[in-house]
């Protein structure tokens, strides 16, 4: 059972994935997002490391999809999202993978620096390639920089996404992982 704060706070990452706004993730969704992060990187079509980002972006989709779309139909809505999320919140062992790929993913695409941490230039990247405004970057960074050093160590960006996905208080700052949620 998803508590309304975890509903609201799925229901804001599901908005922000559905970058065309049709309330269906898809595979669209995805390849908009894939070419904003092609084009963030510098990357031509068929750059080898594209061709590896690309390929891990899609089949982590492919996954997501397998379980999640319960009625077959190609897409998730709302409903198979929020569905999706209750059971693998509830199981244990499936969350914390999921935590530790989510963290994984988030460093893949966007430390593009690779110096191992992830500075507010780099975050602000990350919101861009969903189609979010920079501005908010800039104040959901600052409330993830927890010891205020100007960048997003690993373990606060764990702490962030256990923080996202369980927390049930209404001022933790992982909350607002995927932005502000009344916005
Ligand atoms: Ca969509
Ligand atoms: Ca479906
Ligand atoms: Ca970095």
Redesign the pocket.
């Known amino acids: 059972m998803l508590s309304p704060l975890q509903k609201q706070k799925l229901t804001r990452y599901f908005r922000v994935y559905d970058i065309d706004d049709d309330g269906?993730l898809g595979r669209p969704d995805f390849d908009r997002v894939l070419e904003n992060l092609r084009v963030l990187h510098g990357l031509s079509d068929g750059a080898p490391r594209w061709t590896a980002l690309r390929q891990a972006y899609l089949d982590r989709w492919e996954a997501v999809r397998r379980s999640?779309?319960?009625?077959?139909?190609?897409?998730?809505?709302l409903t198979?999202w929020l569905a999706y999320w209750a059971d693998l919140l509830a199981d244990g062992a499936r969350y914390q993978a999921e935590v530790s790929s989510l963290v994984d993913r988030l460093y893949a695409l966007f430390d593009t620096d690779e110096d191992g941490v992830i500075g507010a230039d780099e975050f602000c990247d990350f919101y861009g390639a969903f189609g979010l405004r920079a501005e908010l970057a800039r104040e959901v960074f600052h409330g993830l920089d927890r010891d205020g050093n100007g960048s997003i160590s690993r373990s606060e960006l764990t702490e962030m996404a256990h923080q996202f996905y369980r927390s049930d208080d209404p001022g933790a700052p992982g909350n607002q992982l995927y932005g502000s949620l009344e916005g």
């Open positions: 269906t999640a779309d319960v009625d077959e139909d190609g897409g998730v809505d198979e």
